[in-house]
Antibody, heavy 123, light 107 residues
Framework: QLQLQESGPGLVKPSETLSLTCTVS??????????WGWIRQPPGKGLEWIGS???????YYNPSLKSRVTISVDTSKNLFSLKLDSMTAADTAVFYC???????????????WGQGTLVTVSS | DIQMTQSPSSLSASVGDRVTITCRAS??????LNWYQQKPGKAPKVLIY???SLQSGVPSRFSGSGSGTDFTLTISSLQPEDFATYLC?????????FGGGTKVEIK
């Protein structure tokens, strides 16, 4: 059974960079059938797509965050990572890592999610 | 970006009721529409993909329909474990976008 697990700090200071890692187990991140991505959800609010990466390293970032986001992949460790620069209180959210179907039926569906990690921005 | 609008934002229903939730896209998304269920403190779980295909393991009381801009999620007979928030998501174009959610509460 595929599992995704986020890890990283739960508290970040304003202006600092958030770094999160998503470790994938029970399957290979190098599959040609999937993208790997990040989504966030501010407390009590809706879901926002941050961006995604293919195992080859090609990325897509939400234009609303593009200037601050970097997503990378380490196929040798079966994990991918998120960096979000210049954090502010408005970035306080639960961050989820996800698998997105790339080809075939269900293209674009987010079929596996991590449990989520709450990141609070505060001094 | 494609805007996704769900209605209603919340509803109250009883066990056994038939429940219908709608999702409208600001432009056509063909059949690239997915539905999720989210319970408090948990990650969303995909129920329906490609507008009408049931995800493996999801009970058959859940169904989806629609294409273009208008979509519907139906729960044929609401069960106690179905009280949750339901979200639609378009995967037609990037960035992926979500509806604001419909909270299904116990009457």
């Amino acid at each position: 059974q595929l599992q995704l697990q986020e890890s990283g700090p739960g508290l970040v200071k304003p202006s600092e960079t958030l770094s999160l890692t998503c470790t994938v187990s029970g399957g290979s991140i190098s599959s040609s059938s999937y993208y790997w991505g990040w989504i966030r959800q501010p407390p009590g609010k809706g879901l926002e797509w941050i961006g995604s990466i293919y195992y080859s390293g090609s990325t897509y970032y939400n234009p609303s965050l593009k200037s601050r986001v970097t997503i990378s992949v380490d196929t040798s460790k079966n994990l991918f990572s998120l960096k979000l620069d210049s954090m502010t209180a408005a970035d306080t959210a639960v961050f989820y890592c996800v698998r997105r179907v790339r080809i075939g039926q269900g293209t674009g569906a987010l079929d596996y999610w991590g449990q989520g990690t709450l990141v609070t921005v505060s001094s | 970006d494609i805007q996704m609008t769900q209605s209603p934002s919340s509803l109250s229903a009883s066990v056994g009721d038939r429940v219908t939730i709608t999702c409208r896209a600001s432009q056509s998304v063909s059949s690239y529409l997915n539905w999720y269920q989210q319970k408090p403190g948990k990650a969303p779980k995909v129920l329906i993909y490609a507008a009408s295909s049931l995800q493996s393991g999801v009970p058959s009381r859940f169904s989806g329909s629609g294409s273009g801009t208008d979509f519907t999620l139906t729960i044929s007979s609401l069960q106690p474990e179905d009280f949750a928030t339901y979200l639609c998501q378009q995967s037609y174009s990037m960035p992926l976008t979500f509806g604001g959610g419909t909270k299904v509460e116990i009457k």
